[in-house]
């Protein structure tokens, strides 16, 4: 089962616009990871967010990182019609988890000229 | 290789066929993981190894599906008399030894699988 949820499940933007996206989980983890992936093929990894740290920046990408409730934003500025994607969090579980990820179930966002 | 190179890109197969879905990771990332995303819905673990044990097989759906992994590169992974459930794209990715839970995981393109 997936342990991440993504929320929305779609995200329609004009160019330009920020495009925010949150995913929420159920263990405690070491980590979180923001993926991208393009026409449902293989995914590229974005970010990482350490599970002390608040807030990561890398480009026009923002995360954030709540561990007391157990959920994360993605957040990317000046969107682009590149960027029309489906994003997914992963989570690395601190215990049980082995040495897998556990993903979300994704956030389809389509940015309009 | 440069990245992780799955094949085929695309496969059609009657039901109750057997295939084989075919992964080359990078080299010397000894960690492997095949992963299955059926339409519209997120990545479903099946399967990691390390090196050419595969430590963790609990995301197996059932005994029609194995994966084998040899010289701590290239997998494979087979699926036995499939059925029209079994559709969906498999996922490989691959990271150093460790690494993928804190820096992240390479992915390959995918193999879409189709039963009809």
Redesign the interface.
């Known amino acids: 089962s997936?342990q991440?949820e993504e929320d929305p499940q779609a995200l329609s933007i004009q160019e330009g616009e920020n495009a925010t996206m949150n995913c929420s989980y159920k263990t405690s983890i070491?980590?979180l990871?923001w993926?991208r992936q393009n026409s449902?093929?293989?995914?590229?990894?974005l970010i990482?967010i350490r599970s002390n740290e608040r807030e990561k920046h890398s480009g026009r990408l923002r995360v954030t990182l709540d561990t007391s409730k157990k959920s994360s934003s993605l957040l990317i500025t000046a969107s682009r019609a590149a960027d029309t994607a489906s994003y997914?969090c992963?989570t690395?579980a601190l215990t049980g988890g082995?040495?897998?990820?556990?993903?979300?179930?994704?956030t389809q966002l389509k940015v309009e000229l | 290789g440069a990245g992780?190179s799955q094949s085929p890109s695309n496969k059609v197969t009657e039901k109750g066929k057997d295939v084989e879905l075919r992964c080359d990771p990078i080299s010397g990332h000894t960690?492997l993981?095949w992963?299955r995303?059926s339409l519209g819905?997120?990545?479903?673990?099946l399967i990691?190894f390390?090196g050419n044990s595969a430590?963790?097989k609990?995301?197996l759906p059932s005994d029609r599906f194995s994966a084998e992994r040899t010289g701590g590169s290239v997998s494979t992974l087979t699926i036995q008399r499939t059925q029209q459930e079994d559709s969906a794209?498999y996922?490989c990715?691959s990271s150093l030894p460790?690494q993928?839970?804190?820096?992240?995981?390479?992915?390959?393109?995918?193999t879409?699988l189709t039963v009809v």
Request: net charge positive; hydrophobic share 25%; charged share 10%.
């Open positions: 997936q991440g070491n980590n990871q993926y449902g093929r293989g995914l590229v990894h990482l997914f992963a690395d082995g040495n897998k990820l556990t993903f979300g179930t994704g | 992780v960690a993981y992963y995303q819905q997120g990545l479903e673990f990691y390390q430590p963790d609990s995301g794209v996922l990715a460790g993928g839970r804190y820096y992240g995981y390479t992915f390959g393109s995918g879409r």
